[in-house]
């Protein structure tokens, strides 16, 4: 099968399927050894439709695709954290074998990278060379601002410059910055964001900010680099109903002082 053919049935680019091959997932031929012009690759149909049907035997819905929940396209795991070569192929292995199955499908991407897994389990296929992953493995800033905290990459940003995250040397995946998921969960179990804690209220996040500068309640203030705007705020869950109730009180006084 030649490169153009293979890469349409699996959807993958001209390079990325090359690195897929070179990872002993596709049997390949190529070269002047192989009386092949430079450049040229012609990869084994049988090995390219057999991750073409270990995909597609899974009847797995058509579904709604938003990059902030708990499913992650294979496309942009690649981007994110997997790579596209021997974390790809660890993930296309696994597929094959039945270790690994799918969740869903989008038409956002073609071919094999539409497919939809539950994050956490790409995240375990995340190359990290020379250093030892613990099991909860890790999560790039998108991931644990979003999906774990309910805020905006940059505040994590925020949280490793002040070392209320850690940021281990060597772990970092293609373009993805990553933080150990186990210290973002612990993170997300002792406080909440104010902007977060805010919508829950029905309240404006200046409205909530105003109350919390005014009463003079303890605060975490995260400084968000490079940005010009004022710092992130998170409070401990402990205080969370105290807080919101009082905050309710406070605003509906000067809604009614207001009118």
Request: contains cysteine.
């Amino acid at each position: 099968m030649s490169r153009p053919e293979a890469k349409r049935v699996l959807g993958l680019t001209n390079c990325t399927i090359v690195k897929v091959a070179a990872a002993g997932i596709i049997r390949y031929a190529q070269g002047p050894e192989r009386n092949l012009p430079i450049g040229v690759f012609f990869f084994l149909r049988e090995d390219v439709m057999k991750m073409k049907h270990a995909f597609e035997k899974h009847a797995v819905p058509l579904m709604a695709y938003s990059e902030t929940g708990e499913l992650i396209a294979l496309r942009h795991a690649m981007k994110n954290y997997l790579g596209r070569d021997s974390g790809l192929a660890a993930v296309t292995k696994a597929v094959v074998d039945g270790t690994l199955t799918p969740v869903g499908y989008t038409k956002r991407f073609r071919g094999i990278t539409g497919y939809l897994f539950l994050a956490d389990d790409l995240r375990k296929y995340r190359p990290v060379p020379d250093v030892k992953a613990p099991p909860e493995g890790f999560l790039n800033y998108r991931e644990a601002a979003s999906i774990r905290i309910g805020v905006k990459a940059p505040v994590i940003r925020g949280m490793v410059a002040q070392d209320l995250l850690s940021a281990p040397a060597g772990y970092r995946a293609g373009v993805s910055k990553l933080v150990p998921a186990a210290e973002v969960q612990q993170f997300a179990g002792r406080y909440v964001a104010a902007t977060v804690l805010a919508k829950r209220l029905n309240l404006s996040s200046w409205s909530f900010t105003r109350y919390l500068k005014e009463s003079g309640k303890p605060a975490l203030a995260v400084p968000i680099p490079q940005e010009r705007r004022r710092p992130a705020c998170f409070l401990l869950k402990t205080f969370v109903a105290h807080y919101s109730s009082e905050a309710l009180r406070r605003c509906k006084t000067r809604r009614s002082s207001a009118n």
